[in-house]
């Protein structure tokens, strides 16, 4: 039977699940990134400046912010444990749930070798469930 893990995530918590047998499944790794859920002003002491420009009055700088930048940072660190695990042969299949912005930042940095193991997605937010309430909806959508 292939090893089964599922990432269920959002911005500010991650966390590795492993199947384990039925109606098991093991925490294999917990992340946390308290940056998730502050904003700009929160992570930033200088505020940017509104600027008048070539986007109209008052508009805001086309640029990633400090919240969104910190998100992006914790999507690429998931990503780079499921990579090295996956060279270490730690799991074969792999599903993931996460709300959507978030579920697209994963998907956007799994290298192509992850990708491939991607067996399903999910863009629902269950990162604060515990086990048992995962399997429960891994169960009711089919799987």
């Known amino acids: 039977m292939a090893t089964t893990w599922i990432v269920s995530g959002d911005s500010s918590r991650a966390r590795i699940l492993q199947v384990t047998g039925r109606d098991r499944l093991a925490e294999v790794q917990d992340f946390t990134n308290p940056k998730g859920r502050m904003d700009d002003r929160e992570l930033t002491t200088d505020a940017h400046p509104r600027m008048r420009g070539t986007n109209g009055p008052g508009s805001d700088r ?12 914790f999507a690429k660190q998931i990503d780079r444990f499921l990579e090295k695990a996956r060279t270490e042969h730690r799991y074969e299949r792999l599903f993931m ?17 992850v990708e491939k193991l991607v067996h399903e997605d999910f863009d629902q937010d269950l990162s604060w469930f515990d086990a048992r309430q995962i399997d429960r909806f891994l169960r009711t959508t089919g799987e």
């Open 62 to 73: 086309q640029e990633t912010g400090a919240a969104e930048h910190e998100v992006e940072l």
């Open 97 to 113: 749930l996460a709300p959507p912005k978030f579920l697209g930042l994963l998907r956007k940095n799994l290298g192509k070798d």
